[in-house]
């Protein structure tokens, strides 16, 4: 049995996770520690445990889930890995590089496993594009195209001294981790269009990234909080592989019902396909149980954010930026 | 009566012939191609005269229409030689293969004073016309993201010229070009391009490209064209999202009519689907049908020969972005 603490709830996937966690035979959500009080103890009775203090928290748990603003991921996760304890860190890693690498650095002098918050390889069907990628079946890879399109968050995603970036940095992790792990290859250069031109808010809304990487694949990407209320969904994430021997595209929550519900006054499409969240958490819990390393690495979250903060660059000068800048 | 020469007689000249023959006023009276039994084939269709040289066909009194449909790179010699006869002209897509040539050909055509109009068919596609409209009527607000995707084989044909980027420009010049009209109708001028492209450099017969273009009021287009995909693929999409409200058209998710032929002769054999989209009017015998009306007017027809300058200018600095690895900002030095 693993004993997990979840870290503040101020990113919504929280839920998700703590329902999880509950749904799991060999997890045991233990408690929620949360800066906000009022919120944390309403989650604790929402998802049946106890709100604790997060020294309290920490010192008896084995593992921690962090889904904190993207600015306090390194305030939570630092006293965590010091306690011994195996951390699992919402997107994106941090909101800037250098929380990021005190966090790898956290965890790797703790001997502790840090595994980042990807849901989206857990999908089956894109796990079949994983596949077919590793088959070869689709010839040397040319060329790459993604969206993560959402809706406006709102609330502190849209405040840069907790986010670190708007659309641009929530919106472009989950694709391009999925991208590296299927073309198994590293970005080096960014050019990207970045504006805020839908929401009134502070940040960013809105863009379109190019990226280069070292196998010579081009790709692009759209983080777009670009959906309107009305739109029958929160987003997509879908992700176009062209190789010289045929293209494959997936839509990785296609699996859908169209629904029309007067008394809601929309339509709205269900998603029916498998639980991604429960995919990544029961193998984080796998990995903590077995003490085997988790394939979503600090790492890669760091890769991630890399390219993100690529763009901000890139759009702020105009240029084509490389990754190599930014170390 | 107007007399039509066909300049190129190949699917799309033919194609051409057909809209123009179909006007009472309009008939095909001459046809040219390098090929002289395909420009036989089309005269003998419509009763006209073959020819194997187009400036013989171009010296023939009665043709007052010169429809072009030749290989890029001869558009601009033919448009040239055509209005200082006094021919108006209808020239397929794109203009020309350089800024120059297009330069030339728009201006022999105003100083001739004859109607030049350019094939950027797409603006009479219903859906693409429609969707124009709702954005003009304010249907997502003010506009900010735009996505355009034209996905297809590899084109293959006489000479294979569309295999020689410096003949056809590759998928961006050739086919994406749509889009890039399209977008430069929606959004108006475009302030650069920044664009990866496999023209030059990928494997034989597959060429795509990916464009991000930042137009002069700040929308962000993504354009995707694709010469990558299997022989007989062929699909569109177009997504304009702003401020409030979004529009979003799939061409796969149109199809009105479906057919699921068995395979004769062997029942195990998979079948055949073919998809169908039929319209009263054809897109392309719409523009056919405004290059008349503009002519018998004297006015400019709604695509302009600026407007085909433009959309060529913006696919040749996408091109440029895509061999130098860099945004290209326009207008282009000509």
């Known amino acids: 049995m693993v004993n997990v603490g979840i870290l503040s709830f101020a990113h919504m996937h929280a839920g998700s996770y703590a329902a999880c966690l509950n749904s799991l035979p060999n997890a045991n959500l233990l408690g929620i520690a949360d800066d906000d009080e009022a919120r944390g103890k309403d989650m604790a009775a929402r998802f049946e445990t106890q709100f604790m203090s997060r020294d309290d928290l920490v010192a008896r748990v084995d593992a921690v889930i962090v889904t904190a603003e993207n600015a306090k991921h390194a305030e939570w996760a630092l006293p965590a890995a010091a306690a011994g304890k195996h951390v699992l860190c919402e997107k994106p890693i941090a909101a800037d590089i250098a929380d990021a690498r005190r966090i790898i650095a956290a965890c790797d002098d703790a001997g502790v496993k840090l595994g980042i918050a990807f849901p989206c390889r857990y999908i089956p069907p894109v796990r079949r594009l994983k596949a077919l990628c590793d088959s070869g079946d689709l010839g040397p890879f040319l060329a790459a195209k993604g969206t993560n399109r959402g809706r406006m968050p709102g609330g502190w995603f849209a405040v840069k001294a907790l986010s670190g970036g708007g659309a641009v940095l929530d919106h472009t992790v989950h694709v391009l981790d999925l991208m590296r792990w299927m073309l198994k290859a590293e970005v080096v250069e960014v050019y990207a269009e970045v504006d805020r031109l839908m929401h009134d808010i502070e940040s960013d809304d809105c863009g379109t990234l190019n990226m280069t990487f070292d196998n010579g694949v081009f790709a692009t990407l759209d983080p777009s909080w670009s959906r309107p209320k009305t739109y029958p969904t929160w987003g997509d994430v879908t992700l176009q592989i062209v190789g010289a021997k045929g293209v494959a595209a997936v839509d990785a929550f296609g699996q859908k019902l169209d629904v029309y519900d007067d008394r809601r006054g929309a339509t709205s499409w269900s998603y029916w396909g498998s639980n991604a969240d429960l995919g990544l958490i029961a193998d984080f819990i796998d990995a903590v149980e077995n003490d085997r390393p988790f394939d979503i690495t600090g790492s890669d979250g760091l890769r991630a954010l890399e390219v993100a903060m690529a763009a901000y660059r890139s759009a702020d000068e105009k240029r084509p930026v490389k990754i190599a800048e930014l170390r | ?334």
């Open chain 2, 1 to 334: 009566m107007y007399g039509v020469g066909v300049i190129g007689c190949g699917g799309m000249g033919r194609s051409h012939a057909g809209y123009f023959a179909a006007l009472p006023d309009v008939q095909i009276v001459a046809a040219a191609d390098t090929n002289l039994a395909a420009a036989q084939s089309l005269a003998e269709k419509y009763g006209a005269r073959a020819y194997h040289d187009p400036r013989k066909l171009l010296d023939d009194a009665r043709v007052n229409i010169v429809a072009i449909a030749t290989p890029t790179p001869q558009h601009a010699d033919l448009i040239e030689a055509a209005a200082k006869r006094g021919k108006h002209v209808f020239c397929e897509k794109p203009l020309a293969r350089t800024l120059a040539d297009a330069r030339r050909a728009i201006e022999a055509a105003s100083a001739a004073g004859v109607t030049l109009m350019i094939g950027h068919v797409l603006r009479f596609f219903p859906e693409y016309a429609m969707a124009k409209r709702l954005l003009d009527e304010g249907c997502v607000g003010r506009p900010a993201v735009a996505r355009t995707t034209r996905n297809s084989g590899h084109p293959r044909t006489a000479g294979d010229w569309f295999a020689d980027p410096d003949q056809s420009g590759g998928v961006l010049v050739d086919m994406a070009i749509h889009d890039l009209d399209f977008l430069l109708w929606c959004f108006g001028a475009a302030e650069r391009v920044y664009c990866k492209a496999l023209t030059y450099r990928g494997p034989e017969l597959t060429d795509y490209a990916l464009a991000t273009i930042r137009f002069r009021n700040r929308v962000i287009a993504h354009v995707e064209g694709s010469w990558a995909h299997p022989p007989g693929t062929f699909f569109t999409k177009l997504e304009i999202a702003g401020d409030s409200g979004l529009l979003d058209y799939d061409s796969r998710a149109a199809a009105p009519l479906q057919v699921w032929r068995k395979a004769q002769g062997d029942e195990r054999a998979p079948g055949v689907v073919v998809p169908e989209s039929p319209l009263a009017e054809s897109p392309y015998q719409l523009e056919v049908c405004e290059f008349m009306d503009a002519l018998r007017a004297g006015r400019a027809p709604c695509v302009t020969p600026q407007d085909a300058y433009s959309a060529l200018e913006l696919a040749l600095a996408a091109l440029e972005s895509s061999r130098r690895g860099v945004p290209v900002t326009l207008p282009l030095a000509a």
